[in-house]
């Protein structure tokens, strides 16, 4: 019997996570090494489109996120002052990209793709660092502390500043500051009822989302300069900018805690890699291309970036050589392409200029009544993808 192929994964995220465990169900021997003390996600929750979750089917787990999520029903673009630019219908939205948006907690995502590896293969506390990306004559090395672990596959799922991507791309720039900062919450919210919304001001944008169980996912971000802080707390400062807004934005605000809230500078990887790999290494998710939120794509990125790259793995296996010259080619256009998109949409979000954003409001607002499904459309090409499965038995396999 041939010696299983090993693979280190760097980062034990959303897409760390779901590389490993696919990897793992490909038969290969999977080590996932996480700086962190313990996988408590950071962040409260995340959206789920319908093209991350056919990449959880890839797994067998897709239907049962399905289940565990909180499906955002209908809803739709709002303005402060609570007048409704666009609405969203849950089932119109669901058949036009073949299955449902969703949001759940990012925990919940964490517990269930660590469920699906070996006990054991996760280690926490381990700061990884690339030593040797590898070649096809030898494999890749990495350190943790003063051991040496080698691979057939490494694979950097270690975020926006991505030390994997540093030692295979030096003199790539990196990291840029998008020009906007985040907060985030997750609370208990119980007697509210309201329908699932973005809210874009000037220079300002605040989304609130129910979820089940009587919880609310509430997040916000305004144009600032880098590293700025609340004088007081980050609550303070949400109420301060965002108090006046329509319900159930005041709501939440007394609901909350200041330890609820989550506050985060946004960077982006303005300039693309040339490439996700090297020799016997590859890079996913934020490490790779890093955008903005305003798509929702970033963890669904990641979780397509993983199970293509499990499924290009595993090509060549005879050879103990992972095709990821076929991960790059798959992978570099699409998410670029992405990722300007969410460039472009953080800018209309976060207009400031009263006239500009007069007119972009009156212009959704007589778009999406001329043509409800307008505003929809932008997002098929993002929606519609699907695992590159190579035969029917394959698909088989996967989904059973």
């Known amino acids: 019997m041939a010696e299983r192929m090993r693979a280190l994964v760097v980062g034990g995220g959303i897409g760390g ?126 350190a943790v502390g003063d051991e040496k672990l080698e691979a057939e596959l490494v694979v950097g799922a270690d975020g926006v500043n991505s030390r994997v991507r540093q030692a295979l791309f030096p003199d790539h720039p990196g990291a840029e500051y998008t020009g906007f900062t985040t907060w985030r919450l997750l609370i208990p919210l119980t007697g509210a009822e309201f329908a699932s919304h973005e809210t874009w001001g000037r220079g300002r944008l605040w989304g609130t989302h ?103 793995a595993a090509h060549h296996a005879a050879h103990r050589v992972p095709d990821l010259a076929a991960y790059t080619a798959a992978r570099l256009p699409r998410t670029t392409g992405i990722a300007r998109r969410s460039v472009q949409a953080a800018r209309l979000n976060l207009a400031d200029g009263r006239v500009v954003c007069a007119l972009r409001d009156n212009a959704i607002a007589a778009a999406s009544k001329a043509v409800p499904t307008l505003l929809l459309r932008g997002f098929d090409t993002v929606a519609n993808w699907r695992p590159p499965y190579p035969s029917a038995e394959e698909h088989t396999e996967y989904r059973h």
């Not at 080590?31 to 319908?50: D, F, H, I, K, M």
């Not at 490439?275 to 016997?280: D, F």
């Open 17 to 142: 996570l779901t590389a490993a465990a696919a990897l793992h169900r490909r038969g290969w021997e999977v080590t996932v090494l996480e700086r962190a003390p313990s996988l408590e996600p950071v962040g409260a929750a995340l959206s789920l489109a319908p093209n991350g979750l056919r990449a959880l089917d890839v797994l067998g787990i897709g239907d049962e996120i399905r289940d565990l999520a909180a499906w955002q029903g209908d809803g739709g673009l709002r303005a402060p002052s609570g007048r409704w630019l666009s609405r969203s219908n849950a089932e119109a939205m669901a058949a036009r990209f073949g299955g449902p948006l969703v949001l759940l907690p990012r925990a919940t995502l964490v517990d269930r793709l660590a469920a699906l590896l070996p006990s054991g293969a996760v280690r926490t506390g381990a700061a990884a660092h690339l030593v040797d990306p590898g070649a096809t004559d030898r494999p890749a090395r990495v």
């Open 210 to 312: 129910p979820l089940k169980g009587g919880r609310v996912y509430a997040y916000a971000a305004t144009a600032a300069p880098p590293g700025q802080h609340a004088p007081d707390d980050e609550l303070d400062e949400l109420r301060r900018q965002f108090g006046t807004w329509h319900h159930p934005v005041p709501d939440v605000l007394a609901a909350a805690r200041p330890e609820d809230v989550l506050r985060h500078d946004v960077y982006h990887l303005a300039r693309p890699l040339p490439a996700y790999h090297l020799g016997r290494t590859a890079l996913l998710g934020d490490a790779a291309h890093a955008m903005p939120p305003m798509l929702g794509q970033g963890a669904n990125q990641a979780i397509e970036d993983a199970v293509v790259l499990a499924h290009n």
